[in-house]
């Protein structure tokens, strides 16, 4: 698993650079700091057989049922050595989905800058604004076949955020 992430991500990042060097405000997205890359399993078995190899790689755990499907977000014990990132969020296609399985997106940390005023200007652009849940907001960039979820935080961030609001309800 580890190895078709390497891969993947390598992939990712050449259709990332081209897009970077077309843009006008380059230092904007040279500054987006790249926190985190998702996986799409393709069912329920492709999910758990990949959470199992993954496990033995963590230092930490997180899983959310959410839209129908299982989502957990994985801090591993060394980075990924293609992109020094350790978050590995590994996602259940949605139930009756078709979308396309394997390496789903990447997160990136918005360190500095109005991302909706840069993406504005930038006119070729396609992104949109996108919620899921109480804790979860970013902005979806599409380009070369793939995705790029920009942010104001961590996923680790928000996994702390649904742990705290389940220990809230726990006290209620």
């Known amino acids: 698993m580890i190895d078709e992430l390497n891969a993947a991500i390598e992939s990712y990042h050449a259709k990332w650079h081209a ?10 997205f ?12 393709v069912d329920r078995t492709d999910f758990d057989t990949r959470f199992s190899l993954l496990r033995d790689h963590a230092e930490q755990i997180h899983m959310a049922w959410m839209n129908g499907r299982w989502l957990a977000t ?6 990924l050595p293609t992109c020094e990132l350790r978050v590995v969020k590994l996602m259940e296609r949605r139930p009756g989905s078709s979308d396309a399985t394997g390496l789903d997106h990447l997160d990136f940390l918005i360190t500095q800058g109005d991302a909706k005023q840069v993406l504005s200007a930038e006119v070729d652009l396609k992104w949109t604004e996108e919620k899921n849940g109480d804790h979860c ?6 380009f070369g076949g793939t995705e790029a979820k920009l942010r104001n935080n961590t996923v680790l961030q928000i996994c702390a955020e649904e742990l705290i609001a389940a220990h809230k309800d726990l006290l209620t």
């Open 19 to 28: 897009l970077v060097a077309g843009r006008k405000d380059r230092a904007f």
């Open 137 to 142: 907001k970013w902005i979806s960039l599409w």
């Open 30 to 41: 040279q500054k987006l700091r790249p926190t985190a890359v998702a996986w799409k399993a």
């Open 74 to 79: 994985f801090y591993l014990r060394d980075e």
